[in-house]
Structures are given as C-alpha cells and as structure tokens.
C-alpha cells in the first residue's frame, strides 16, 4: 500500500536487496517478494504473528506432514488450537468443534497439542526479537508486537530491513514462516499483518490509514467482538467508513468510553505505546469431557482439580486476585459464565473452590456440559494474598496445610498427597 507524492521505495523480502519500485522481481536475487511503500524507510511499529503456528511446527518436526491439511488440538470432543492453510481451504478455523473440523476436511491429520514443545519455540522466537529491540511486547506464544524506533545504528539497517532479515532467519534457523506489519502504530501494525498471511510483509502508512480502513468491516477493529459488531451493524454502522463519517461526541454518547475508542481508531489514530512486558489478567484453567456430565457430584471434583491447578499457578507467579469465574459449555456448545468477587484476594485452591463451587451448584439443573472452566482475575501482588481472617478461626489452619501440602508435592510429586475429592476426579474413578 502506498500514500501520499512520497517516492515510493522497495525492499526485496528474499534477499533484502534495496531496488527501484517499478521492477517486478528483485534484480539480484529474482524473487518476485518484494516490498513496497511511500513510507517504508520511516516507519518502525512492527506486528510480527507465526504462521499457523502450532501446526508449522509439527510440519517442521515431520516432513510427511508437509503437503496434508493438519489439524491441531482435542480429541473428537475437543476443539480444534489451530490449523495448517491446506486445512483452513476446507473451511477449518481456530476454535471449530473438533466433529465439525473432521465434517468439513475428514481427511485431516489431527495431532494432540505439545504445549512444552511450541513455548520452547516461542520463546526462542522471543529470545530473537528481543536482540532486535528491547521494546517486544508479547501477545501470545507466537506473536508480538516491536518498536524498533532508533535502532538503525544498532543494525546498520531501517527497521523495514531488519524485520525481512529477521523473517528470513526464523525461516532458516528455526524452520517456520510468519507474516509482518509494519505501521505508525500498534493497531495498524496488527491489521496489517493480516493482510497477506502466510508469508506476508504488508505496510500501512499515515497518510494512507483512513482510506485503507474505509472499506472493513467494523469487526477488524482490535476489540470489537461479534456481539458488539452486531449491535453496531443493528444501529447501521457496518463499515470503518461508517465510524469515520461519525463525530466523536455522538459515538461517546452511543456507547461511552468505547465510543470514544471507536472514533480514534477508525481514523487510525492510536498512542498506545510498545511495552516490553504485558501485565497478566487472568490465570485460568478448563477441560472438555469425553461424555456430557450434569450431576453436580461428578462435576465437583474435577472442579477441585482445576482450582488447585489454577491456584498453582498462582503461587508460582507470586499473584493473586478476587475474581472468581466459573466457565461451563452445554452441550449445545452454549457457553455459561458466572462470577463473585471475593472480600480479598486469593491465591488458595481451598477459597477459589469454594467460590466456584457455590456457583457450580446453582447451574447444575439437569442441564448436561461439555466443558468446565475456573479462573481468577482482577490480580495483585501475592504480598495481599490472604489475609487473617478474623470470622473465620479456621482459615489460617486450612491455609498453612494447604502450603504444606503444595511443598511435599513440589519435592516429591503431585500424587504424593492427594485429596479425596480430587483422587476422585482421575479417569476411571468414581466422586
């Protein structure tokens, strides 16, 4: 994409050689990947996303994988992590029921996830990004976001230069591909990214933002989720364009502060700065059912399981929080939350629990689930975990057995002191 009377420049993506726009194929090197842009030397906001990552990475480890559609994730009840492109020409997308996946591509390899083996490779990836820049801001296991602003005397390179010498290296050295944005900002910088995957190099620049915007749909807004797209498409706002054409004051007015969000981010308009490290929001744990359960007796302990998952989680991170959410999915693939918010904040299995079960039980009607889910959120420091509980003589007791316990499973394993409840939970046990 290109803007404004700028001279637009080019970059070969193969080779990195530097060449005149008008060329079809880089003169060095022959390839027909090139790069180019009015505002390509001054920009430095880069969106950096793996190509279908975790499925690269078992094409990578298994070459005969590399010309069949393969599917990443659960069992037939599961759902399905990620996906190859062969599979995705099937219809196969993230988060498809795994029976509606195996419908649409039946030919499909489907392999459990291996989440050891992608956080290794993510974070060599990381490791990678953070010698470019120190201002790497992580989205997820296999994307983030760099602000290589000021780093052309570090590299002897603009930071278009750097980010294609960069996606060759990963491509070389660590065998998967991913596609960049390169924009004025982060939100540019990540809807660029999409444009081309996989493979892709794609530029948004200032001057262009508005015009390139104009045609999507509000859903490629960062944050507006598909209620949301709907309510906006019901009040005849269906197009970026719409929200452009729109004063700011009147979108506050319509949906407050979001409003406000809208109107900047429509026009391209985003100061969010690049942060090295990303708070966490929520530490949360879930597992899908080989058969449908609806008695609250057998959903229990598995519920205890995961609270004491989630809880060690927790302590490992030195958090803590007073949000309690319960996850459940029907059968239907109807998805139930609920929550409570805590008099303080917890980092006990015991007290996420307990608060998870309350709400367990008010649910469990008959109705049969899927799926079940606990989290925590709204966290702090561990320093504010817990405190004496004064109405309750026997919280500072189930406290401190709750540490010693999680201390001899550290050292010897996490059979080594199970509960009733949750040695109840494991496959092949009765509650």
Same mark, same amino acid.
Request: hydrophobic share 40%; charged share 30%; proline share 5%.
């Given at each position: 994409?290109?803007?404004?009377?700028?001279?637009?420049?080019?970059?070969?993506?193969?080779? +990195? /050689?530097?060449?005149?726009?008008?060329?079809?194929?880089?003169?060095?090197?022959?390839?027909?990947?090139? !790069?180019?842009?009015? @505002?390509?030397?001054?920009?430095?906001?880069?969106?950096?996303?793996?190509?279908?990552?975790?499925?690269?990475?078992?094409?990578?480890?298994?070459?005969?994988?590399?010309d069949k559609p393969v599917i990443v994730g659960g069992g037939q009840r599961g759902v399905v992590s990620t996906c190859c492109y062969i599979a995705r020409i099937y219809g196969v997308r993230s988060a498809m029921p795994m029976f509606k996946?195996?419908?649409?591509?039946?030919?499909?390899? %489907?392999?459990?996830?291996?989440? @050891?083996?992608?956080?290794?490779?993510?974070?060599?990836?990381?490791?990678?990004?953070?010698?470019? &820049?120190?201002? %790497?801001?992580?989205?997820?296991?296999?994307?983030? *976001?760099?602000?290589?602003?000021?780093?052309?005397? #570090?590299?002897?390179?603009?930071?278009?230069?750097?980010?294609?010498?960069?996606?060759?290296?990963? @491509?070389?050295?660590?065998?998967?591909? /991913?596609? !960049?944005?390169?924009?004025?900002?982060?939100?540019?910088?990540?809807?660029?990214?999409? #444009?081309?995957?996989?493979?892709?190099?794609?530029?948004?620049?200032?001057?262009? /933002?508005?015009?390139? #915007?104009?045609?999507?749909?509000?859903?490629?807004?960062?944050? %507006?989720?598909?209620?949301?797209?709907?309510?906006?498409? =019901?009040?005849?706002?269906? &197009?970026?364009?719409?929200?452009? /054409?729109?004063?700011?004051?009147?979108?506050?007015?319509?949906?407050?502060?979001?409003?406000?969000?809208?109107?900047?981010?429509?026009?391209?308009?985003?100061?969010?700065?690049?942060?090295?490290?990303?708070?966490?929001k929520s530490v949360s744990n879930e597992t899908t059912f080989r058969t449908d359960i609806s008695e609250f007796a057998v959903l229990k302990p598995i519920l205890r399981d995961l609270s004491e998952k989630v809880s060690l989680r927790l302590? =490992?991170?030195?958090?803590?929080?007073?949000?309690?959410?319960?996850?459940?999915?029907?059968?239907?693939?109807? &998805?139930?939350?609920?929550?409570?918010?805590?008099?303080?904040?917890?980092?006990?299995?015991?007290?996420?629990?307990?608060?998870?079960?309350?709400?367990?039980?008010?649910?469990?009607?008959?109705?049969? *689930?899927?799926?079940? +889910?606990?989290?925590?959120?709204?966290?702090?420091?561990?320093?504010?975990?817990?405190?004496?509980?004064?109405?309750?003589?026997?919280? +500072?007791?189930?406290?401190?057995?709750?540490?010693? %316990?999680?201390?001899?499973?550290? =050292? *010897?394993?996490?059979?080594?002191?199970?509960?009733?409840?949750?040695?109840?939970?494991?496959?092949?046990?009765?509650?």
């Amino acid at each position: 994409m290109n803007s404004g009377t700028r001279p637009v420049k080019a970059l070969c993506r193969d080779c +990195g /050689a530097r060449m005149a726009p008008e060329v079809s194929r880089c003169p060095s090197c022959g390839s027909p990947r090139l !790069v180019r842009h009015a @505002e390509l030397d001054t920009l430095s906001i880069a969106h950096i996303d793996c190509d279908a990552f975790f499925a690269a990475v078992e094409k990578r480890d298994n070459p005969d994988l590399q010309d069949k559609p393969v599917i990443v994730g659960g069992g037939q009840r599961g759902v399905v992590s990620t996906c190859c492109y062969i599979a995705r020409i099937y219809g196969v997308r993230s988060a498809m029921p795994m029976f509606k996946a195996l419908e649409a591509c039946p030919d499909a390899v %489907v392999i459990k996830p291996n989440m @050891e083996k992608y956080a290794a490779v993510g974070k060599d990836i990381r490791h990678r990004m953070q010698a470019l &820049t120190p201002l %790497v801001e992580p989205l997820s296991i296999d994307e983030a *976001f760099l602000d290589l602003t000021g780093t052309e005397r #570090l590299h002897h390179a603009t930071p278009a230069e750097t980010l294609a010498a960069f996606i060759r290296e990963i @491509e070389a050295d660590i065998g998967i591909s /991913a596609s !960049v944005g390169l924009a004025p900002n982060k939100f540019l910088a990540k809807l660029a990214s999409d #444009l081309e995957k996989p493979r892709g190099f794609s530029v948004i620049g200032a001057e262009e /933002a508005k015009s390139v #915007l104009s045609d999507m749909p509000v859903g490629r807004i960062w944050g %507006v989720g598909k209620v949301f797209q709907k309510k906006l498409e =019901k009040d005849g706002i269906r &197009t970026i364009g719409h929200l452009q /054409a729109m004063e700011a004051a009147d979108l506050a007015r319509r949906y407050g502060t979001i409003g406000l969000r809208l109107a900047k981010l429509s026009h391209g308009d985003d100061d969010r700065i690049v942060k090295p490290s990303r708070e966490t929001k929520s530490v949360s744990n879930e597992t899908t059912f080989r058969t449908d359960i609806s008695e609250f007796a057998v959903l229990k302990p598995i519920l205890r399981d995961l609270s004491e998952k989630v809880s060690l989680r927790l302590k =490992k991170s030195n958090l803590c929080g007073r949000g309690i959410t319960l996850k459940l999915k029907t059968a239907e693939f109807k &998805t139930i939350t609920r929550a409570r918010h805590l008099n303080d904040p917890t980092q006990l299995a015991d007290k996420i629990f307990g608060a998870g079960a309350a709400l367990l039980e008010n649910e469990t009607d008959g109705r049969r *689930f899927r799926l079940i +889910g606990i989290g925590v959120s709204d966290l702090a420091d561990a320093a504010f975990a817990d405190p004496a509980d004064l109405l309750d003589e026997n919280a +500072g007791r189930r406290k401190n057995v709750e540490l010693a %316990v999680d201390q001899l499973r550290d =050292k *010897f394993g996490k059979t080594a002191v199970e509960l009733g409840l949750t040695h109840s939970a494991k496959p092949g046990r009765k509650p």
